[in-house]
Nanobody, 129 residues
Framework: QVELVESGGGMVQSGGSLKLACAAS??????????MAWFRQGPGKERTFVAG????????KYADSVKGRFIIASDSAKMTVTLEMTSLNADDTGVYVC????????????????????WGQGTQVTVAS
């Protein structure tokens, strides 16, 4: 069964850092051929794109609000995707969910939720101001 499991969330003070991880498992879920992304859903808000990485690992994309503060990385051999978050603020609070692209070897990194077919359950990040 295909599964994406996030970890690393928690509560942190404003200005602090966290590193999230997404572990992929299941038949045919090789992330070496698919782009991966992190989305965030804040309280009472829609799910929004945070960061994504192309299947080849050589291109990344970030939401304007996190540029320069967050770094996404993937390890296809370990089937993991990480999101390193620094200089966190209250607006970063939410449930962070990782997702796998539905299209094999997409030529670009999509920020549209509809481009992703597998989703994890999410990990809660709370930034106290």
């Amino acid at each position: 069964q295909v599964e994406l499991v996030e970890s690393g969330g928690g509560m942190v003070q404003s200005g602090g850092s966290l590193k999230l991880a997404c572990a992929a498992s299941g038949p045919g879920l090789s992330i070496g051929h698919f782009g991966m992304a992190w989305f965030r859903q804040g309280p009472g808000k829609e799910r929004t794109f945070v960061a994504g990485i192309k299947w080849s690992g050589d291109s990344t994309k970030y939401a304007d609000s996190v540029k320069g503060r967050f770094i996404i990385a993937s390890d296809s051999a370990k089937m993991t995707v990480t999101l390193e978050m620094t200089s966190l603020n209250a607006d970063d609070t939410g449930v962070y969910v990782c997702a796998r692209d539905r299209q094999r070897r997409r030529s670009y990194t999509s920020s549209e939720p509809g481009s992703y077919t597998y989703w994890g359950q999410g990990t809660q990040v709370t930034v106290a101001s």
